[in-house]
């Protein structure tokens, strides 16, 4: 069985780590094809509006493959220069995977999110969790940096100081802890995560798909480029976005007071 399910229904696509077995750890040989693939079938199909990510089992992803750091064995066997490159083709094509899928991402946090898996649900533009959810940040408690991007993700999501307490401590945090920092958006009951993730997907899919789109990649960019080239790129949208069909029609939507039905032209 595939460790990355892949289900469709209607606009929205669902994407599960499956690895229930060992909590869902990442960065097996062929891990990064596997994301990359499905990033691209997502950006290519014009149809799909929304993802939510989500993890088989009792975790949402324990991380990376501490057996087989143990054991000097896959990905992280060899001399360093070995290991570095496959976290170039690897883990990292993961991370980049992720970041890169062009429509909203919901990380449907269903139990502990740790280290590498910890940091995939920062990828995700919205976090909702379980009361079970588990957060950490704990590379420096195995003797390892975080080799992910976590060194960037993790201030931006949460602002440095909690970031940099999460990352010198090692420590873990609960859910209530993650909303309260501002990590997850909500809370909801174990049995309630996915429907709660799937109505969060149906309201993002109301939108205009194109603009949804644009929209995505403004706040992207926004993250590390300056407020007047974010302007630039605002105006030229917008321009893009005023000869839409889809625009037309909210705008007809709105004067008759009916939901839009939109159609990404």
Known sequence: MSALLIEQSAHVVTLTMNRPESRNPL???????????????????????????????????????????????????????????RYRTGIHQIVRAIWGIEVPVIAAVNGPAIGLGNDVACLADLRIAAETAIFGATFLKIG??????????????????????????????????????????????????????QSLAGQICQQPPDVLRMTKRM?????????????????????????????????????EKRPGRFEGR
């Open 219 to 255: 706040m992207r960019d926004g993250a590390g480029t300056s407020f007047d080239t974010i302007l630039e790129m605002s105006a030229a949208f917008q321009a893009l976005a005023h000869h839409t069909h889809d625009h037309a029609e909210a705008v007809d939507a709105f004067f």
């Open 144 to 197: 390892l940096v975080p080799g992910d991007g976590g060194a960037w993700l993790l201030p931006r999501v949460i602002g440095h100081a909690r970031a940099a307490e999460l990352l010198f401590s090692g420590a873990t945090i609960d859910a209530a802890t993650a909303l309260n920092w501002g990590l997850i958006s909500r809370i909801v009951p174990p049995d309630a995560l996915m429907r709660e993730a």
């Open 27 to 85: 960065g097996a040989e062929g891990d990064g094809e596997m994301f990359q693939e499905a990033a691209r079938r997502i950006n290519a199909d014009r149809s799909v509006r929304c993802v939510i990510l989500t993890g088989a089992g009792k975790a949402f992803s324990a991380g990376g493959d501490v057996k087989a750091m143990r054991e000097k064995s896959g990905s992280f066997a060899g001399p360093g220069v070995a290991i570095r490159e």
